[in-house]
Every structure is written in structure tokens, then in C-alpha cells.
């Protein structure tokens, strides 16, 4: 076999490494996110409109100051200086005054050298008013400032030549940021116009999925009043016969009971067909914690309500959330834990409505599956959901005796 040779290192590299104790690796870290957070505090400072701004005129004063300053020419009189000067402070209020600000800019660019301060201003001028005669007019004074030469005396003297590659050089210091604030103002047009579009969109898909919801209700309703409604028209019809037809008085207690409770019935689900159709829902027509005791009265489940105080301002929603918790709670012991007895308690416990159902072992087990209610198991899943748009608190399971507890928290508030 042939032995394998050790591969040369690659000449002219070197490979240094460094071992951080705890301690340095806990500056390094702090140092890094001390300049993070330096940096993300100067982004979201400059992300307010007033303080961005502030900043830019600061920058635009800096700028035109520095160009005045650095290159004054020997024996220059001293109103150049001054109105050059006084042109540089028209950076201060270029943004909201920007046509005054070209005006004071002219005489310091015209016997003087600030030009910066001239452009700044104009271009300012050209983004907010885009081309208008303020734009114009003032494009037409920064061009006769960069082609005359002051004193008038050496303008007079030069030769046609030199006028033409003033004239052409005054198109340049003019149009340059005549152009750059068409270019801002469009730009900042252009986005308002994407914004717009994406909203318009954003409205228009909004509109279809209310439109495809709409449907689906008005499908749903139809479907409710065609089946549902009429096994519920039945059932009353036929307990309104029995009621005349029973021969004995507990049989006849029954059937108006039956009929009774297949009307309420006929009336919610009208109620619920007609938010189906309209999407408006009625707070007047729902059931409350008023019709509480009118509830348990019907109830086919020994109750025992072992406390019941309901504190006066309860909004419309939570009462109708606490009905539902009860009603729902007495159902699923008539269909899963008959015989069984069921105690209720109400109270209010700081800003919240505490709703508990809890019942004991039935007494007996149903068999026979004949006698079993229909069960889809979304009961305590609506309850769910209910207490969760709520902001409240859930909790169901059984109990070491054998039986079923049912505890929802409900702000009052909501």
C-alpha cells in the first residue's frame, strides 16, 4: 500500500485564533448591542417627519455654507460675502418657503459664489410646485445668475464664445435641479398612485369575500328554513294534536311542553335565518340571562342553582353568553348524563361573571341506543369559541366523582 502523505500547508497563510474568556465575550456582546441599539434609536428618530426634516435643512445649510466659505476669493468685496452669507440662511425655511428662498439666493449667487444654495432651493421649489410659473420664473433667475458675470463691467467684455458656454452652463445649473424635483415629485406620486391601487384592491377583494360569505349565509339560510324549519313545524303540530288527544293530564303536560319549546325554537331559528340573510344582528331578539329562570323551569334536568347574583351592568353580549353556557351545559346532561342532578353557580368575581354547571354521576346508564339523543359534539366547541371572542376563560372536564364541571369567565366589560 502506498503510505499517504501529509498534505502541505498553503504557503504565505497564517491562521491566528483567539479564546474569549466569559468575561470578554460578555463585553464584546454589550458593545455590539449598545451600537445596535444606538443605530436602531437614530433609524426611528429619523423616521418622524420632523425630525427628517430638521435634519435635511441642517444638511442643506452645512453644504451651502461649506461652498461659500472654502472658496472666497482675494480682494472680493465685502457685499458679496454678506449677501453670499444671506443666501446660505435661506436653507432654514427652503422647505416651506421655497420660492422665497430662490429669491434670496439670487442676489448672493449673482454678485457672490453660492450657487449650492441657489440649486437647493430651486429644486425644492420644482418638487414641491413642480412646473409652474413659480418654477419657471425661478429656474429663468438661477440661469441669468450663472450667465452674467458680476461686475457688469467684465461681462461686457467677453467674447461671444464665452457667452455661449455661460448660457449653456446656466441650462445646467438650472435645469439640473429643476429636473431632480420633477423626478422627486413623480416619484412621490408614483407611490401614492401604488398605494391607492393597493388599497383599491385590498377594498375590492374585501367586497368579494363579503360577497362570497353572503352567499354561503343565503345558501345556508335556505337550507334551515326548508329542512330544519319544517321538522320543527311538525313537531309542534303534532304535540298541538296530542295536547287535545291525551287522555291523561301528565301526557298532556308534555305535549304543550313539547309544543312550547318547538315554538321558541321556531322563533330562534327564524331569528338566525333572518342574520343569515341580512348579516344584522338583532340584540333585542336573543335570549339573555332574563330568560334564565324561564330556562331552568323547562329544563328536563333537576337543578339546583346554589348561587345566583348577576351584577346590573352586564353588557348584552355576556348575558347572552351566559344563557347560551347554561343551556348548552343542561343539553349535553340530557344527552349524555341522564338522571343525573345539576347545580348551578353565578357570581361575579372582581370585573369577570363566573358561569359553572356542575353535575354528579347519573344515576343510571342509557343502553338502550334508541333512547340516546343525536349528538355532533359542537356544543362546548361554540362555547369555546363564544368565550374566546369574549376575552374570557374556558374550562371543561370531569370530576373525581364521576360527574362533568363546565366553568367559563366572562368579562363584564365586553
Not at 288 to 299: C, D, F, I, S, T
Not at 325 to 330: H, I, K, P, R
Amino acid at each position: 500500500m502506498t503510505p499517504i502523505e501529509p498534505q502541505a500547508k498553503p504557503r504565505g497563510t497564517t491562521v491566528v485564533t483567539h479564546t474569549l474568556t466569559a468575561g470578554q465575550t460578555a463585553d464584546v456582546v454589550e458593545q455590539i448591542t449598545h451600537a445596535r441599539n444606538r443605530f436602531a434609536s437614530l433609524g426611528r428618530l429619523m423616521k418622524r417627519p420632523r425630525a427628517r426634516g430638521l435634519g435635511l435643512d441642517a444638511l442643506a445649510l452645512v453644504v451651502a455654507v461649506l461652498d461659500v466659505w472654502l472658496i472666497i476669493p482675494k480682494n472680493v468685496e465685502t457685499y458679496s460675502i454678506v449677501l453670499s452669507g444671506v443666501a446660505c440662511t435661506a436653507m432654514l425655511f427652503h422647505r416651506r418657503w421655497p420660492f422665497l428662498a430662490v429669491l434670496v439666493t439670487v442676489p448672493g449667487y449673482l454678485t457672490g459664489w453660492s450657487q449650492i444654495a441657489s440649486m437647493i432651493a430651486l429644486g425644492t421649489l420644482a418638487r414641491r410646485k413642480q412646473w409652474m410659473w413659480q418654477t419657471m420664473v425661478a429656474a429663468g433667475l438661477v440661469w441669468v445668475c450663472k450667465y452674467v458675470a458680476w461686475p457688469l463691467s467684465e461681462f461686457a467684455d467677453l467674447s461671444w464664445r464665452q457667452h455661449i458656454f455661460r448660457g449653456i452652463y446656466g441650462v445646467m445649473y438650472a435645469g439640473l435641479p429643476v429636473a431632480i424635483g420633477l423626478l422627486m415629485a413623480t416619484r412621490h406620486q408614483l407611490s401614492q398612485r401604488l398605494a391607492e391601487l393597493a388599497a383599491s384592491r385590498e377594498r375590492e377583494r374585501e367586497l368579494q369575500e363579503q360577497a362570497i360569505r353572503a352567499a354561503e349565509r343565503a345558501s345556508l339560510a335556505r337550507e334551515m328554513h326548508d329542512v330544519v324549519s319544517h321538522q320543527v313545524t311538525l313537531i309542534a303540530m303534532q304535540a298541538g294534536a296530542l295536547v287535545v288527544s291525551a287522555q291523561d293530564k301528565e301526557s298532556r303536560e308534555a305535549a304543550n311542553t313539547i309544543r312550547q319549546l318547538s315554538k321558541r325554537t321556531l322563533d330562534e331559528l327564524r331569528d338566525l335565518v333572518g342574520v343569515l340573510r341580512n348579516g344584522v344582528v338583532d340584540d333585542n331578539t336573543r335570549p339573555g340571562l332574563e330568560e334564565l329562570p324561564q330556562l331552568l323551569r323547562n329544563a328536563e334536568v333537576p337543578v339546583k342553582v346554589v348561587e345566583q347574583e348577576v351584577p346590573d351592568p352586564v353588557s348584552p353580549a355576556v348575558s347572552r353568553a351566559a344563557f347560551r353556557t347554561v343551556q348548552e351545559a343542561l343539553t349535553n346532561i340530557n344527552k349524555h348524563a341522564q338522571g343525573a342532578r345539576a347545580t348551578i353557580r353565578m357570581f361575579p368575581c372582581g370585573s369577570a361573571l363566573i358561569v359553572e354547571v356542575t353535575n354528579d354521576r347519573p344515576s343510571h346508564e342509557a343502553t338502550d341506543a334508541s333512547t340516546r339523543l343525536p349528538s355532533g359534539g359542537h356544543g362546548l366547541m361554540g362555547v369555546r369559541e363564544r368565550t374566546v371572542l369574549l376575552g374570557g376563560t374556558f374550562h371543561a372536564g370531569h370530576t373525581p366523582e364521576g360527574g362533568f364541571r363546565l366553568c367559563v369567565t366572562y368579562p363584564m366589560e365586553a
